[in-house]
């Protein structure tokens, strides 16, 4: 029962380099999301999608991009990466999303660091 | 601006100590409350809490509503260490196109043996 699988765990990127970080889920939900988890800052939402080829902005969607090409993928890309994006990247996924009153189910993390 | 405040940032007891964290919310069209753990990785979910005044329970911890004062408490009684780790708050609302959730900043409890 994997649940939601990230990968890579951890990434040292130098500034202007591009990455893709991978999430799948085994849970059939529709509804993925990113967020970002910074000191101080709580976790922010990135992107989300609310079904297989669909992706939305949320809170912090600058210097990322965002594809859902099959349901139980979500994949997050820094095109050209800052300093400012060193952070913990987590991806979850939920049943209903926000309006359906589901929780959210997280991945483990990637720790992302950009120099 | 929808908000979620936990308090307190941190705190330190002992084994057997009991304790309680605190999370106060501003946010239109709110729906729900949500608990998670944190430990090294992933936010583990706790808690749901959409009722004023129900308490929600498992094992030692336990949670509940006050929709009219607009907080929520976690209580965990008899700590041990396997407590410590970061409790987020956040708050679930059906405002906009999809509804949001918003996260607070957290609440780290160190569990001492």
């Known amino acids: 029962n994997a649940g939601v699988t990230q990968t890579p765990k951890f990434r040292v990127l130098k500034t202007g380099q591009s990455m893709t970080l991978l999430c799948a889920q085994d849970?059939?939900?529709?509804?993925m999301y990113w967020y970002r988890q910074d000191p101080g800052m709580g976790l922010r939402l990135i992107h989300y999608?609310?079904?297989?080829?669909?992706?939305a902005k949320g809170e912090v969607p600058d210097g990322y991009n965002v594809s859902r090409l099959k349901k139980q993928n979500f994949l997050l890309g820094l095109e050209s990466a800052a300093p400012s994006q060193t952070s913990v990247y987590f991806c979850a996924s939920s049943y209903f999303g926000f309006r359906g009153n589901s929780p959210l189910h997280f991945g483990n993390g990637t720790r992302l660091t950009v120099t | 601006e929808d908000k979620v405040v936990q308090s307190p940032l941190s705190l330190v007891v002992h084994e057997g100590d009991t304790v309680t964290l605190n999370c106060s919310y501003e946010?239109?069209?709110?729906?729900?409350l949500l608990w998670y753990k944190q430990e090294k990785k992933a936010p583990t979910f706790l808690f749901m809490l959409?009722?004023?005044?129900i308490e929600k329970k498992s094992g030692r911890l336990s949670s509940i509503l006050d929709k009219k004062e607009l907080f929520s408490i976690l209580n965990i009684t008899a700590t041990q260490t396997g407590d410590s780790a970061v409790y987020l708050c956040?708050?679930?609302?059906?405002?906009?196109?999809?509804?949001?959730?918003?996260f607070g900043k957290g609440t780290k409890l160190s569990v001492k043996p």
């Open positions: 959409t009722s004023s005044g």
């Open positions: 999608s609310v079904g297989e080829g669909t992706t």
């Open positions: 946010v239109t069209n709110f729906r729900s």
């Open positions: 956040a708050a679930m609302n059906y405002g906009g196109s999809q509804g949001n959730l918003i």
């Open positions: 849970m059939n939900h529709e509804y």
